[in-house]
């Protein structure tokens, strides 16, 4: 099956990429696995109960939770990315649409993202360079869409000193390209 | 000559001696220097031409506020026009030039302006240049052109890099003086996140140049002291060489930060400059106040300057600006000047104090400042031998930020200056001298009690340091009543009073008439030393009041910024972020020729060995499609996944077409139109599922249609249950098209897919390879037997790998949009060219697909009269009677014979390909009335490209009319 296509990363190599640029380190993420959640029309309490059963978090406005299997963030009224770990959730969107029912709305988002995280023992430096997210002023699971380089991504804050940006793929070279002039200037 | 001008005292480091050339000619002075204090230092005056009479000029502030002293920085990708050398940070190396003159700066050719005067008096050209008509735009504007204007551009490409960022704070403080700083501290040590902005790259405003007294403390050391505090302040940040620009809506501050301006290159990677976007909750501007000075004859010459200026020079930089200085003065503050100076050891020849009856009248000296002469109260008339002049007319409050919502400053007698009025941005709150509080002390508490206020502390605050409260006394004397030589008020634009009163003269009476008629206010420094006396002599002649004749708006930027700094990183092969397809590694690889769609780089055509000309591959990989099987990357396509119980409803409402009758595992070639009946988008839409949909876009619509169909869930049907996401780059996807498209994707896919298992227009999912999962369609833009195939994105590039290796036996090449198009074409299918924004499905020979049955976004407005005509435009096909004749897109159509005028026009070319299988040019086109019009002949002409070429009206279906092969 898949062994037989060699897979690409969405920077264009055979592994996925670290590069450190000062005291920041940008690391391809290669391992997680990406779907969307969306409620359907008034059910959501019937996906709050089967969320809870699949071990889904369902997380406020702005905010990630972490989980087991699945860690979640919020990204529009009734909707969340999950993110699992690809190689036992490679088919993501099915498990999901297995435990949720027709409560939800899942779609495949895995390889419609390129997946950073991101380093340093402080980003905002970083960050405040790029984006208009308040870093250092937002707590850890702080996560929003936000636009970096005329690019629509995703921040989480995990920490003062770590964040996972989802990028459009396409565009992976462009994004690492503006964070790593963005580190240079900033540190 | 080496700093003949420096005196004792001082914030520069003497330890230290930089070297640089003003013209060419080597200087030195020290750190803590400007470009102007370290001229002035070294006895250096002269340092620009005016505007337009090429006066003599050296600076008349010491601060962003200059009007004269504009020079050149540096050479080169870096030299930069205009700069102030009064702000300009001394470093080693510093290659200055004058600018606005010709040969020298000495003698400069284009003074003879100045003894022409009479002839350039404001307004001349607007009288003078109106005849003949045809010369304006070649003669007379080019001349006034290379004489006017101020520095010029290099024309070599700028190789510094500029930053864009975003801040965020619970109080912006703008200006670090007194009131600034205070206001910072109680903000600070209160722990609220505080950025305090200066442009100077010493914080400590006027305390820097002053020697008044801080709670004990010189006034510098105070400062210094509060600044060493906040900077050990984790929720403090201190930004000098920082200049806020502009107050925009929400609390959202401009700022530029001058990060390598002090260096004589960046360090690499770091930016010269970063434009900031601020997001405050709160913001103080502790701006400060503007020495203005007193209009009288000759009141230019270099060595005339602002008292305090002058001061600041002798206190902050250790520079006299003369051997024997005089102070003009209406207020107190000048009389400040003359105490610091003698203090100083400089001979200070005479203090003429306005509120006396005396008055500076005229002076004399052509490259600088040699005498004045004084009339006193009692009328006598003396000549006092000075080289340089203090002028204080009083202080004007820095209202510019305040006023960017268009906020009018009230006036305040008092000081005699305009003051913030009340309506300023929300949540921007004005302190000391800015808000009229000119004495040190007042600023002190009117920063801490703005910080407080803001912010709503309710804490301890830190006690007020002791600190000088003098009244402001002052008699306001705007220009001196002599003579009728000129008394310039807006030194950059070479203004004076006569120009004021011509603007009366002649009724351009209200402000903002007398600006665009005098110039008075524009340009680099905006009026900030000119605007208030200018206005002051309009009331005057007017007999109104200041606050009636009222001021003009203020403007960001507060201080000109580098088109650089607003440009950011976005430049070059920068200047936007591009997009790259899972089969571009494995495109660059054969070389081939990508074109931009978007941020897209799509293959354009892939050049095989010995293909010299572009058409050769276009003609080849087109032939070999059509011959066997050609394979095109479509990633590009925008898909957009659709879920819901309403999902099909949905597409009703927002197709002119049908869907939710559509089988599950079918698609529909659907269109789109606009809320006016015109066609917005069309593509391809599966049903995956009962209540799942994927639609594709087109390229270019691919994030409107999203927007617009959010838009039409969120807002017009709130109440469907429909969920949307877009997947355009969750999938690779590839079209495989020609007689032998099934052969080959059947040594991939591991499912039945043979025309009884999976026929036209079939859509499902399958799996490739042995299990990976996969999406196929069975769609068609080229006319040949064809899919779509998709994968995960990350499988990309290898499944294009893989199909071309697997179907080597059917010899498949790859295509590019270029050979898509011609495709397309040759099939009659719409694309960009057809889908222009003003034609509907009828026009497109597509009208039977606007069902009546169901309403939907654009089906009504689409039957309007005037859309529906029958001989309105329809699709046709065109081809070249002669087939070597040429036809170009844009063409219009005329009948043969008939004149090339707008009315014999019956529409135009919409697209244009060679095709290789008609052998020669064909087009699409909107012909009126053009159903009616296959199989006659008509004209394509093109003015603007010269071709006027006999062409058939053809069907636009050049290929395969039947569709026979798609469905083989």
């Avoid at chain 1, 999950?82 to 435990?99: F, P, R, Y």
């Avoid at chain 2, 001696?17 to 002035?40: N, V």
């Avoid at chain 2, 026009?843 to 169901?854: A, D, F, N, P, T």
């Amino acid at each position: 099956m898949a062994e037989m296509l060699k897979a690409m990363t969405a920077l264009g190599a055979n592994e996925p990429v670290s590069v450190t640029v000062g005291p920041v380190t940008v690391t391809e993420r290669f391992d997680v696995a990406l779907a969307s959640v969306a409620a359907r029309r008034g059910r959501m309490a019937e996906l709050g109960a089967a969320a809870k059963v699949a071990g889904l978090p369902l997380p406020g406005p702005a905010r990630f939770l972490a989980g087991t299997p699945y860690s979640t963030y919020w990204v529009a009224p009734e909707m969340w990315f999950v993110e699992a770990d690809l190689a036992s959730h490679e088919m993501i969107a099915t498990t999901l649409k297995d435990a949720l029912g027709d409560a939800a709305s899942v779609t495949e988002q895995t390889d419609a993202w390129v997946c950073l995280d991101l380093a340093a023992p402080d980003l905002a430096p970083l960050l405040e360079r790029l984006c208009n997210v308040d870093f250092s002023g937002v707590p850890d699971g702080h996560a929003t869409r936000t636009m970096l380089e005329h690019l629509g991504c995703y921040l989480i804050k995990h920490g003062p000193g770590a964040a996972r940006l989802y990028g459009p793929r396409s565009s992976a070279k462009s994004l690492l390209h503006a964070l790593e002039v963005a580190a240079m200037s900033a540190f | 000559m080496t700093q003949s001008h420096r005196i004792a005292g001082g914030q520069i480091d003497r330890s230290k001696t930089l070297r640089f050339t003003f013209d060419g000619i080597p200087y030195q002075g020290h750190p803590g220097d400007t470009l102007a204090s370290a001229l002035l230092a070294n006895g250096v005056r002269l340092m620009g031409r005016s505007f337009k009479y090429h006066r003599p000029r050296g600076p008349l502030s010491a601060g962003s506020e200059e009007p004269n002293a504009l020079v050149e920085l540096r050479t080169g990708g870096r030299q930069e026009p205009n700069t102030r050398a009064t702000v300009a940070e001394l470093f080693d190396g510093l290659e200055a030039n004058s600018q606005n003159r010709w040969p020298s700066l000495r003698f400069d050719a284009l003074s003879i302006n100045d003894r022409l005067n009479t002839f350039f008096a404001a307004g001349f050209y607007y009288k003078t240049f109106m005849w003949p008509k045809a010369f304006w735009e070649k003669v007379y504007e080019p001349i006034i052109r290379r004489a006017a204007g101020l520095g010029s551009v290099s024309r070599e490409e700028d190789p510094d890099a500029y930053d864009k960022g975003f801040l965020h704070c619970d109080l912006l403080v703008i200006g670090a003086g007194p009131a600034g700083l205070m206001a910072a501290l109680t903000a600070g040590r209160a722990g609220k996140r505080v950025i305090l902005a200066d442009e100077d790259f010493a914080l400590g405003g006027r305390l820097n140049a002053e020697t008044l007294t801080v709670g004990g403390a010189a006034g510098g050391d105070w400062a210094a002291g509060v600044v060493a505090e906040l900077a050990t302040l984790a929720n403090v940040r201190l930004m000098a060489r920082t200049t806020v620009i502009g107050a925009f809506d929400h609390g959202i501050y401009g700022a530029v930060e001058r990060v390598s301006d002090h260096l004589a290159v960046p360090v690499i990677g770091k930016p010269r400059q970063v434009l900031w976007r601020i997001y405050s909750k709160r913001a103080i501007l502790a701006a400060g106040a503007i020495e203005r000075p007193i209009a009288f004859e000759n009141n230019d010459r270099p060595g005339i300057m602002l008292a305090g200026a002058l001061r600041a020079y002798a206190n902050r930089w250790g520079v006299k600006a003369g051997e024997r200085v005089a102070v003009f003065t209406n207020n107190d503050d000048g009389l400040r000047t003359a105490a610091d100076l003698k203090s100083k050891g400089v001979e200070v020849a005479a203090v003429i104090d306005g509120r006396d009856g005396a008055e500076v009248i005229d002076t004399s000296g052509r490259l600088g400042l040699k005498s004045i002469r004084v009339r006193h109260s009692n009328g006598r008339i003396e000549d006092i031998r000075v080289d340089a002049l203090g002028v204080s007319g009083g202080w004007n409050p820095n209202v510019n930020i305040h006023s960017h919502h268009r906020s009018r400053p009230v006036w305040d007698a008092a000081i005699a200056g305009f003051v913030p009025g009340n309506d300023g941005p929300p949540g921007l709150v004005v302190a000391g001298a800015a808000a009229g509080f000119l004495s040190t002390h007042g600023a002190l508490r009117t920063g801490r009690d703005a910080a407080i206020a803001a912010l709503g502390l309710t804490g301890a605050a830190p006690d007020l340091p002791e600190a000088e409260d003098a009244p402001v006394c002052i008699t306001p004397l705007w220009h001196v009543n002599h003579g009728k030589g000129r008394a310039w008020i807006d030194q950059q634009n070479d203004v004076t009073v006569k120009d004021v009163k011509l603007a009366k003269q002649e009724n351009f009476t209200s402000v903002e008439h007398m600006k665009r008629y005098t110039t008075l206010g524009m340009a680099t420094d905006q009026g900030k030393t000119g605007n208030v006396i200018g206005l002051a002599v309009m009331a005057e002649l007017t007999g109104r009041s200041i606050p009636e004749t009222g001021t003009t708006i203020y403007r960001p930027p507060y201080t000109p910024v580098a088109m650089g700094a607003l440009a950011g990183r976005s430049r070059g092969k920068d200047f936007k972020p591009y997009r790259l397809t899972p089969s571009h590694h494995w495109a660059t690889e054969q070389g081939a020729v990508f074109v931009e769609v978007g941020n897209w780089l799509r293959t354009q055509w892939v050049p095989k060995a010995g293909e010299t000309e572009w058409r050769q591959s276009v003609d080849r990989e087109v032939l070999a499609t059509r011959k066997s099987v050609g394979i095109c990357d479509v990633t590009t396509l925008g898909k957009i996944d659709i879920q819901g119980t309403d999902a099909g409803a949905f597409l009703d409402r927002v197709y002119a077409n049908t869907f939710s009758t559509l089988a599950v595992g079918k698609c529909r070639y659907g269109l789109m139109l606009r809320e006016d009946g015109i066609v917005y988008d069309d593509g391809t839409t599966a049903r995956m599922g009962e209540h799942e949909y994927v639609m594709t876009t087109t390229t270019a619509n691919a994030v409107t249609v999203f927007r617009h169909l959010e838009f039409c869930r969120q807002c017009l049907w709130p109440d469907m249950d429909v969920q949307l996401i877009s997947t355009t780059e969750a999938w690779a996807q590839f079209s495989v098209a020609g007689p032998n498209a099934r052969k080959l994707l059947e040594k991939l896919v591991d499912q039945d897919i043979s025309d009884a298992a999976f026929p036209y227009m079939g859509a499902g999912n399958v799996t490739v390879c042995g299990g990976l999962r996969a999406r196929l369609f069975r769609i068609s833009f080229s006319g040949e037997l064809a899919y779509e195939i998709a994968v995960p994105t990350r499988y990309g590039d290898a499944l294009l790998r893989e199909m071309l290796a697997r179907g080597a036996e059917y010899e498949p090449i790859v295509y590019g949009t270029e050979a898509l198009g011609v495709m397309r074409i040759e099939k009659g299918h719409v694309a960009g060219g057809e889908l222009n924004g003003q034609s509907t499905a009828l026009h497109m020979g597509l009208g039977k697909m606007v069902s009546k049955k169901k309403d939907s976004i654009g089906m009504v407005l689409s039957q309007r009269e005037g859309l529906a005509d029958p001989d309105g435009y329809r699709l046709v096909g065109v081809k070249p009677v002669d087939p070597n004749g040429r036809l170009t897109a844009g063409s219009h159509f005329l009948a043969i014979g008939a004149a090339p005028v707008a009315a014999n026009d019956g529409g135009w070319l919409t697209s244009k390909v060679y095709s290789p299988h008609i052998g020669c040019d064909i087009a699409l086109g909107y012909l009126k009335g053009g159903n009616a019009k296959i199989g006659s002949r008509m004209r394509a002409v093109n003015l603007v490209g010269g071709t006027d070429t006999e062409v058939e009206i053809v069907s636009p279906h050049f290929f395969d009319p039947d569709g026979e092969r798609l469905r083989g």
